[in-house]
């Protein structure tokens, strides 16, 4: 087979498609003479041409009666095309369960309702015209790893003339609420700081250049590690920028790529731009809404381990009173435990602040 002659089937193909979606513009007035020419062209047979006429009309992909009119949500029994199959499984298997939707499904069209053609009171937090919307997906962290490979943590919309640092305060993350500390000897003096207010160091990576997060005094380079080791491993080198001072239309990024969000030291979230497009009416207008939330992955909260019920708030290490080693408890169980009615220790164990990976549900 003549390889320029494969060149032009797409071509040809594609005339062919076109013809019939103008009609009259592009009428074929003989039909026969088209198809021959073009079985000609194409270097194959009249049988052969006939049979590609036959698998490739409209009226094979049909699945219901001409007559009918057909509904596009509902699937036709016993289907032959795979997809077809494959869809009618997921749709008997919806149609047999109790709730049609489950709390995660019913949160995301409520956040789709909230936000859906909302405009704002005030002119200056109008949405300009013309400017870029992302969609961009943040996972859980690498030590998650029931989820990380698996499903985003959160799905933010965000505004090409937002910042890095705007980005980075919506991204929502157990770490940046643990206390660190160990407080069973005076589990009342638990400080009232969290992590994200002390360590607030944090970066993007996007296309060899790290962004660090410069706002505060207390702010530190944190990239600075590991373009000092890349350096001497002979890696390309990296850049860096600050990132209170970069707009999302100044990245160069690739849609669908893996990038990285760094914060408390070691925490990585694997961050993907999943879409690049420009506003619409149906758009939330309210710049003041931006980054909009529009997914948020909910996960089963830890519950206490003695009473079931309530969340955990406490984690002991080597505790004669727990069933497990670490073990975590509510905040009235772990006193009753531990504790007697005048506050005091009981046993030798370690109690640390916890924080449920559901606190963001």
């Known amino acids: 087979m003549r390889p320029h002659k494969n060149r032009g089937l797409g071509s040809g193909l594609n005339e062919l498609t076109l ?18 020419n073009f079985a000609q062209e194409m270097g194959v047979s009249v049988d052969m041409m006939r049979e590609l006429k036959e698998v490739c009309s409209i009226a094979s ?20 095309l795979k997809t077809l199959v494959e869809r009618k499984k997921k749709q008997d298997y919806k149609s047999s369960l109790k709730i049609s939707k489950n709390r995660h ?3 995301a069209d409520e956040q789709e309702r909230l936000a859906v053609m909302m405009k704002p009171e005030a002119v200056e937090n109008m949405v300009s015209e013309g400017d870029v919307i992302l969609t961009m997906n943040v996972y859980y962290p690498a030590t998650f790893e029931k989820f990380c490979y698996v499903r985003p943590h959160m799905t933010l919309l965000l505004m090409g003339s937002q910042r890095l640092t705007e980005l980075r305060d919506a991204i929502c993350c157990a770490s940046d609420l643990q206390m660190c500390g160990e407080f069973s000897n005076a589990p009342d003096m638990a400080p009232d700081f969290v992590s994200k207010e002390h360590y607030k160091s944090a970066f993007f990576f996007f296309e060899g250049v790290f962004y660090n997060d410069m706002r505060y005094p207390e702010c530190r380079d944190i990239s600075q590690t590991t373009i000092t080791w890349a350096k001497a491993n002979n890696f390309p080198p990296y850049s860096q920028a600050k990132m209170e001072d970069t707009k999302l239309l100044d990245l160069q990024v690739k849609v669908g790529f893996p990038y990285l969000y760094c914060h408390q030291g070691d925490c990585e979230h694997v961050v993907i731009i999943t879409d690049v497009r420009l506003t619409h009416k149906d758009d939330c207008l309210d710049r003041k809404f931006y980054p909009l ?14 009473c079931y019920t309530f969340i955990a708030r406490w984690c002991t290490t080597g505790d004669q009173f727990a069933p497990s080693h670490p073990c975590v408890f509510c905040d009235k169980c772990f006193r009753m435990l531990h504790y007697d009615a005048d506050g005091n220790k009981l046993g030798d164990f370690q109690a640390y602040p916890y924080i449920d990976r559901g606190a963001f549900n």
């Open 293 to 306: 939330l529009t997914h948020k992955h909910r996960i089963a909260t830890q519950k206490c381990a003695v």
């Open 105 to 107: 499904d019913l949160y």
């Open 61 to 80: 992909l049909r699945c219901h009666p001409e007559d009918q009119e057909p509904d596009p949500e509902v699937v036709p029994e016993d289907p032959t």
């Open 19 to 36: 013809s019939a979606a103008v009609g009259t513009k592009l009428h074929i007035e003989d039909e026969d003479a088209f198809h021959a």
